[in-house]
């Protein structure tokens, strides 16, 4: 019952509002006005399969589009432009397709220079199976929450000596309490019952000890939700033996990043996957497909857009368009359940354009 209610409704994103953030309202008719990164490679097709939708349904948004820049922009260090950042400022809600940064070519990560810029703590990532597409496992229903600013990526790295380079991991109480206050915070938005925190305090007992300490902090305050600690490596062999037996898990930023890619391979991978919506203090959204690029296979009708709707479904639940985000979710659901329009990545033979007109006529 807990799965088809999610499901049928989504996530919640909870309205912090004792953070100092109001809850985002919209007035009857009002038309929204949010940002769109349409991303590179697969993006721009899966992006227009959002538009198309949302035209259908008759989502009142008005996009304001940004593309990645050709040059570094030096008040950014990264190829994002200022003027695009300021967009979701202003905006304060947003849809990100999938960005790739050069590896390796010393230019700031598309995606660490929109966390940081903008505040972007928590990375919320619901992973649940979809009925109609058989898996492994058929009762996934969980929610990985993770820190998103600090940790491993702090970008913090120099060479000590020619050979030794040294990165530096960087945890602070007042990360750790907003993420921790977030997920508990979720868990009882939504009826979940238990909060993981996933940590290897074993071995990093300041970094990692300070997370757990700011984690039990807040779970005193939730004495209705069950509050477990575990170690990352044992918590992934448990999460590929059993994945129901976690419900929210809450994490710092490297931990988050590896844990929830795997929950995403244990529902049939990107694909399929559920979406990212990231938030700060409940002022901004930016909602988020979670996969590559895929340059490969980019013009030419093939990307599976599943993932940049339903992140868009998530972005719509915040703008509290309720009716619209159903209708959207539920219309992507029966298409994937009845499996005559699947893409290559979920067994079947569909473009995207196929699939999405598909979507289109069960809204």
């Not at 067994?347 to 995207?352: E, F, M, N, P």
Request: with cysteine.
């Amino acid at each position: 019952m807990a799965l088809r209610r999610l499901l049928q409704q989504g996530g919640v994103l909870p309205r912090m509002t004792r953070l100092g953030a109001a809850p985002f309202s919209t007035a009857s008719g009002e038309t929204i006005r949010a940002t769109l990164f349409p991303g590179d490679g697969i993006g721009p097709e899966i992006a227009e399969s959002v538009k198309q939708v949302f035209n259908v349904a008759g989502v009142p948004i008005e996009w304001e589009e940004h593309y990645v820049g050709t040059e570094v922009d030096p008040r950014t260090e990264s190829f994002l432009t200022w003027e695009s950042l300021e967009s979701v400022r202003r905006n304060k809600v947003g849809l990100k397709g999938p960005m790739a940064t050069p590896i390796g070519k010393g230019h700031r990560s598309l995606n660490l220079t929109l966390r940081k810029e903008l505040g972007l703590y928590a990375n919320v990532r619901p992973c649940n199976s979809l009925p109609g597409y058989k898996t492994r496992y058929d009762d996934v229903n969980l929610v990985t929450i993770r820190e998103n600013t600090e940790g491993e990526y702090s970008g913090l790295e120099h060479q000590v000596v020619r050979g030794v380079v040294e990165s530096l991991k960087i945890i602070t109480r007042q990360a750790s309490l907003r993420v921790a206050e977030y997920a508990f915070h979720y868990a009882k938005a939504n009826g979940r019952e238990r909060v993981s925190a996933i940590h290897k305090a074993n071995i990093m007992r300041k970094t990692d000890g300070l997370f757990l300490k700011c984690c039990r902090e807040v779970a005193e305050k939730y004495p209705e939700i069950q509050y477990e600690e575990v170690i990352i490596d044992n918590c992934c062999m448990t999460l590929v033996k059993n994945p129901g037996l976690f419900d929210v898990l809450v994490m710092p930023n490297l931990y988050g990043d590896i844990i929830s890619d795997l929950c995403a391979g244990l529902i049939g991978g990107f694909g399929p996957d559920t979406p990212v919506a990231t938030s700060v203090k409940v002022a901004f959204c930016l909602a988020e497909a979670v996969h590559g690029s895929a340059p490969d296979i980019a013009g030419m009708n093939l990307a599976n857009p599943t993932a940049l709707m339903l992140s868009a479904v998530m972005m719509l639940r915040h703008l509290q368009f309720n009716d619209q985000a159903d209708r959207i979710h539920n219309a992507i659901l029966k298409t994937i359940a009845e499996g005559k329009f699947r893409t290559a990545d979920l067994g079947g033979k569909a473009s995207t354009s196929e699939f999405t007109n598909a979507v289109c006529d069960h809204i």
